[in-house]
């Protein structure tokens, strides 16, 4: 396994949230057709100019680690305004000691302890049973409010969860018409992410990768021909961060949402669009 850090934070985009209508849901269903309720927070926006009678695609986002649902308004209008609805949960609670020093004669020296709340996704099984939840709870919530094709929703997520996008759609692949994962790692073996490969292998992937930051994780030989051995098909390509641009990650983030764009557009209005592509540097 390759290991994923956070990106940088997108920078924020003008007029981002008086662009969206914004509907803040408090419950949803379990997936698991119980009675029972509960709240989970998420932002679900719907586009620019929303038309009733028109069924959109659905864009499920899953954010990066340490960050939150509100990723959403820096990605959403970039990739785009008008042709998605799309909804993003929170990641699950964790908690961390983080260790409040002081310097007293020259030294640093520790007063005390304080517990700090951060949201990700963790590959155990509880941490992935209730992302699927989550992503379930999220695409019923879109489904209840607005006109969304349920054949055309795409799961898509950024570093961890790039990663946790990528083992909920190959554990569900009928569900999705696609996943991207923006710089993830591919999930770890030891929970067979890959235990409906058959299924999967009719499931759009992408995945993007680059050189130029310690930040973008590196796809290795061995995942290569995991993806060939098990016959998936996925689009694989490279950004690479531009040494002489001060923006670089800004830039390329922006330069891979355009073309989240135009690989998920491509699939939701043509189900025989392009299977395979490796390796497009950009």
Not at 47 to 56: D, G, R, T
């Amino acid at each position: 396994m390759f290991n994923a850090k956070t990106l940088r934070p997108v920078a924020a985009v003008p007029r981002t949230a008086s662009d969206f209508e914004i509907a803040v849901e408090s419950y949803s269903p379990r997936r698991n057709g119980d009675s029972r309720r509960r709240a989970f927070p998420h932002f679900l926006v719907a586009p620019i100019k929303y038309e009733k009678n028109y069924a959109y695609p659905l864009l499920v986002w899953l954010h990066d680690s340490e960050s939150s649902e509100a990723e959403l308004f820096d990605v959403a209008p970039q990739i785009s305004s008008r042709n998605y609805v799309a909804v993003a949960p929170r990641g699950l609670a964790a908690s961390r000691a983080n260790l409040v020093c002081n310097r007293s004669n020259g030294r640093l020296v520790v007063e005390r302890t304080r517990q700090e709340t951060y949201f990700d996704w963790p590959e155990t099984e509880e941490g992935v049973s209730e992302a699927e939840n989550l992503v379930f709870y999220s695409i019923d919530q879109a489904l209840a409010k607005y006109n969304v094709n349920r054949r055309r929703v795409f799961l898509l997520g950024r570093g961890t969860g790039g990663t946790m996008a990528l083992r909920v759609a190959l554990r569900n692949p009928r569900e999705f018409a696609g996943v991207v994962s923006i710089d993830g790692a591919f999930p770890t073996l030891e929970r067979q992410p890959l235990r409906n490969w058959r299924d999967s292998r009719d499931l759009p992937i992408l995945l993007t990768t680059g050189l130029g930051s310690s930040a973008i994780p590196q796809l290795t030989p061995k995942q290569l021909r995991l993806f060939h051995t098990a016959g998936l098909t996925v689009v694989i390509r490279q950004y690479n961060e531009r040494s002489n641009d001060s923006n670089a990650a800004e830039t390329r983030m922006k330069k891979i949402l355009l073309d989240v764009n135009r690989w998920a557009m491509e699939r939701a209005v043509n189900s025989k669009a392009p299977i395979s592509e490796m390796f497009q540097s950009r």
